[in-house]
């Protein structure tokens, strides 16, 4: 969904056009879900408090409804929040070359990741079809002249490629995630600026209804904000990659917030202002509204520090997986009700299969249920979904080991083992 220019022609995007494409290979889902009272929602939108503080908050300073709305404005309404989510985002151009020589630049958008304001030092977490260039013949497909502009920095409205905007290095990417990282070094605007990074939340923690804030680069036109909610915590869709060859699956989060060429690279944020997404794509269909994805905050930012960990300074530029050698499959799944009114879905995630070069071979076997693993001396996670077990292995590098606890017949089998380089794989 980045916006593509030529000299007089405005075309639609890539991640809108492949969605169109897409749309026989998936079909929507119903997703409902019990009410919510007030107070539960309030949470959800970023109360921190008892029912009671919150009845309080309702009140003026005279304690009388309805006036004073201060206190109920700051539950209701978290512009603080978002603008701080905007100080954390970005607008970004790039220069590309059609294979008949002609130029033109795309459009999309982006989050600060990590922020060296003193040093002038950013990196920038995006969508790789933003700064692929799937007009071009060419062998390098990347843009070699990138620019990004923080939030409030003058550009004239057409050339968004002159010495106004802060030149970006791409560090690496992945076509298969729709994720890549841009490097701003010692840059005067941002050392100036008043830029924030982002702040994180956790994306397996979304439930359906949650508040879900688009901030992006609609139209090529400048940063806006739209807001939505979530209608989908996390589902899978296929479609053709920014190749206009390659059927890739990615899990999203389905939302209702309205997104649009342009948008493609941009955070998608709770009321807190937290990052839970980067948006990459959109349904078009006359029958269809407003059925937009964005990348969980947890797959953008494991594969963002993949790249920065495994490209940066390097002549690789792809991400770098490390595999256990196990197959895993879901057998049952059930949904919870929980105490503070949200919804928890969890599966019984069960070993498949092992390659005959599995980190684990002889030790776990084929229907072992997975409950626990770790990494090296990172926290210990409990596998709830099984897409967890997928997303846990971005955060390991070669060298780090890894200790995974099954249960098999009632009883609790751990395996531990080294991860090394005949146990990686390039993810392109």
Same mark, same amino acid.
């Given at each position: 969904?980045?916006?593509?220019?030529?000299?007089?022609?405005?075309?639609?995007?890539?991640?809108?056009?492949?969605?169109?494409?897409?749309?026989?290979?998936?079909?929507?889902?119903?997703?409902?879900?019990?009410?919510?009272?007030?107070?539960?929602?309030?949470?959800?939108?970023?109360?921190?408090?008892?029912?009671?503080?919150?009845?309080?908050?309702?009140?003026?300073?005279?304690?009388?409804?309805?006036?004073?709305?201060?206190?109920?404005?700051?539950?209701?309404?978290?512009?603080?929040?978002?603008?701080?989510?905007?100080?954390?985002?970005?607008?970004?151009?790039?220069?590309?070359?059609?294979?008949?020589?002609?130029?033109?630049?795309?459009?999309?958008?982006?989050?600060?990741?990590?922020?060296?304001?003193?040093?002038?030092?950013?990196?920038?977490?995006?969508?790789?079809?933003?700064?692929?260039?799937?007009?071009?013949s060419a062998k390098d497909k990347i843009s070699e002249n990138i620019r990004v502009y923080l939030y409030g920095m003058y550009f004239d409205?057409?050339?968004?490629?002159?010495?106004?905007?802060?030149?970006?290095?791409?560090?690496?990417?992945?076509?298969?995630?729709?994720?890549?990282?841009?490097?701003?070094?010692?840059?005067?605007?941002?050392?100036?600026?008043?830029?924030?990074?982002?702040?994180?939340?956790?994306?397996?923690?979304?439930?359906?209804?949650?508040?879900?804030?688009?901030?992006?680069?609609?139209?090529?036109?400048?940063?806006?904000?739209?807001?939505?909610?979530?209608?989908?915590?996390?589902?899978?869709?296929?479609?053709?990659?920014?190749?206009?060859?390659?059927?890739?699956?990615?899990?999203?989060?389905?939302?209702?917030?309205?997104?649009?060429?342009?948008?493609?690279?941009?955070?998608?944020?709770?009321?807190?202002?937290?990052?839970?997404?980067?948006?990459?794509?959109?349904?078009?269909?006359?029958?269809?509204?407003?059925?937009?994805?964005?990348?969980?905050?947890?797959?953008?930012?494991?594969?963002?520090?993949?790249?920065?960990?495994?490209?940066?300074?390097?002549?690789?530029?792809?991400?770098?997986?490390?595999?256990?050698?196990?197959?895993?499959?879901?057998?049952?799944?059930? *949904?919870?009700?929980? $105490?503070?009114? /949200? &919804? #928890?879905?969890?599966?019984?995630?069960?070993?498949? @299969?092992? +390659?005959? %070069?599995?980190?684990?071979?002889?030790?776990?076997?084929?229907?072992?249920?997975?409950?626990?693993?770790?990494?090296?001396?990172?926290?210990?996670?409990?596998?709830?979904?099984?897409?967890?077990?997928?997303?846990?292995?971005?955060? *390991?590098?070669?060298? $780090?080991?890894? /200790? &995974? #606890?099954?249960?098999?017949?009632?009883?609790?089998? @751990?395996? +531990?083992? %080294?991860?090394?380089?005949?146990?990686?794989?390039?993810?392109?």
């Open positions: 969904m980045k916006k593509t220019y030529t000299t007089k022609i405005l075309s639609l995007a890539f991640a809108f056009l492949f969605l169109i494409s897409a749309l026989s290979l998936f079909s929507a889902c119903q997703n409902g879900q019990n009410g919510l009272s007030a107070y539960d929602i309030a949470v959800q939108n970023g109360f921190e408090g008892s029912e009671a503080e919150w009845l309080d908050s309702l009140r003026g300073e005279d304690g009388k409804d309805g006036e004073d709305a201060g206190n109920a404005s700051a539950v209701a309404d978290n512009t603080k929040y978002i603008n701080q989510a905007l100080m954390a985002s970005v607008s970004i151009y790039c220069e590309y070359k059609k294979s008949n020589d002609a130029s033109g630049y795309s459009a999309g958008s982006g989050v600060i990741y990590q922020l060296d304001r003193e040093k002038g030092n950013a990196y920038i977490i995006t969508n790789y079809h933003v700064v692929y260039n799937n007009a071009s409205g057409t050339d968004r490629l002159n010495e106004t905007g802060i030149l970006a290095e791409y560090v690496g990417g992945s076509m298969t995630y729709d994720i890549a990282v841009l490097k701003i070094t010692g840059s005067e605007k941002v050392k100036e600026s008043d830029a924030l990074a982002i702040k994180i939340a956790d994306s397996n923690k979304l439930t359906p209804g949650v508040t879900a804030i688009a901030i992006g680069n609609p139209e090529g036109v400048g940063i806006s904000v739209t807001s939505g909610v979530v209608s989908v915590e996390s589902e899978h869709i296929t479609m053709t990659a920014v190749d206009n060859l390659t059927p890739v699956t990615m899990r999203v989060i389905r939302i209702d917030t309205a997104v649009n060429s342009g948008n493609s690279g941009g955070g998608l944020f709770n009321a807190k202002g937290q990052l839970i997404g980067i948006v990459n794509a959109k349904l078009k269909q006359s029958s269809v509204e407003n059925i937009g994805y964005s990348i969980p905050s947890n797959v953008a930012i494991g594969i963002a520090q993949n790249i920065i960990d495994n490209c940066d300074g390097k002549e690789n530029k792809s991400v770098i997986k490390c595999l256990i050698g196990i197959t895993v499959f879901t057998t049952d799944t059930r *949904a919870e009700y929980n $105490d503070d009114g /949200t &919804i #928890t879905l969890y599966d019984t995630v069960e070993i498949q @299969s092992l +390659t005959e %070069t599995s980190l684990a071979k002889g030790v776990l076997k084929a229907g072992d249920i997975l409950c626990k693993v770790k990494i090296s001396d990172k926290d210990e996670h409990t596998i709830c979904r099984q897409f967890e077990m997928i997303d846990i292995l971005l955060d *390991a590098r070669v060298g $780090d080991t890894v /200790t &995974i #606890t099954v249960l098999r017949e009632g009883k609790e089998v @751990s395996f +531990t083992g %080294t991860f090394t380089e005949d146990t990686v794989s390039l993810v392109p």
